[in-house]
């Protein structure tokens, strides 16, 4: 196995207590969300300490797959190959939550629950390219071959990674562009206060941990799969 049971289950130690307070200061601790003339906020807005984190932990999983897809194709090791094809399982469930999770904050913000803006189109484009990566890898039934189209694609996907975060910065979007400038001269609005960014940077914490864990335990499954595989069928 790759990371023993004792390291797991320390991670999940960690993961659990975290992520219980980031819930409780999103729902307890935050002050009320204030627009920019002032005037408080539905509470629907407070999805936004959901929706960002869950998004970075989106992209953190498909740049996994896309150094263990690397090191598959240089190594030969099927290590990388079950790193890349559970990380990519993740990614694709947060991918899905982003969508979910930003359709609520666009009805709030706009009135509609999708538009087709750049951030919201390649984030679609994010989640269908890597379903497709996993559909390929159930269509095909040789380990070898499956593993080495995999490695490919989950490489050449990656494209769509940086074309999503950086969408906002390439392309006029309504979408609101929390650090930094774009290329149309829009501002980050970022967030004022020591009690709003102190609960992002714990709800960041603490599903970039849930990451952690749900990869290790994927990982750790694989492995044991293998195992009994090998037991029940094993190779002459």
Do not use: C
Not at 136 to 145: C, F
Not at 174 to 190: K, T, Y
Not at 219 to 228: P, T, V, Y
């Amino acid at each position: 196995m790759l990371i023993n049971r004792k390291k797991e289950k320390t991670i999940t130690a960690i993961t659990a207590p975290v992520m219980l307070i980031a819930m409780l200061m999103i729902f307890f601790y935050l002050p009320p969300m204030r627009g920019e003339m002032g005037e408080i906020l539905d509470s629907s807005f407070n999805i936004f300490y959901f929706h960002m984190p869950i998004a970075i932990v989106a992209y953190m999983a498909f740049s996994v797959v896309f150094i263990a897809s690397i090191l598959h194709l240089k190594e030969k090791s099927r290590t990388w190959d079950i790193v890349a094809h559970s990380s990519a399982e993740i990614g694709v469930v947060f991918a899905f939550l982003v969508l979910v999770t930003g359709s609520i904050w666009a009805k709030a913000a706009w009135g509609w629950y999708w538009i087709w803006e750049p951030r919201l189109t390649t984030s679609l484009a994010l989640f269908l390219i890597y379903l497709a990566y996993l559909m390929l890898r159930q269509a095909i039934e040789s380990p070898e071959k499956k593993a080495r189209l995999a490695a490919v694609f989950g490489i050449v996907g990656f494209i769509s990674v940086p074309l999503s975060f950086l969408s906002i910065r390439l392309w006029r979007s309504h979408h609101p562009l929390m650090f930094g400038g774009s290329a149309h001269g829009s501002i980050g609005g970022g967030l004022e206060g020591t009690s709003l960014q102190f609960t992002l940077m714990t709800n960041m914490l603490a599903f970039i941990l849930l990451f952690l864990s749900l990869l290790v335990y994927r990982i750790n499954n694989e492995f044991l799969k293998e195992e009994i595989d090998d037991a029940i069928y094993p190779q002459n």
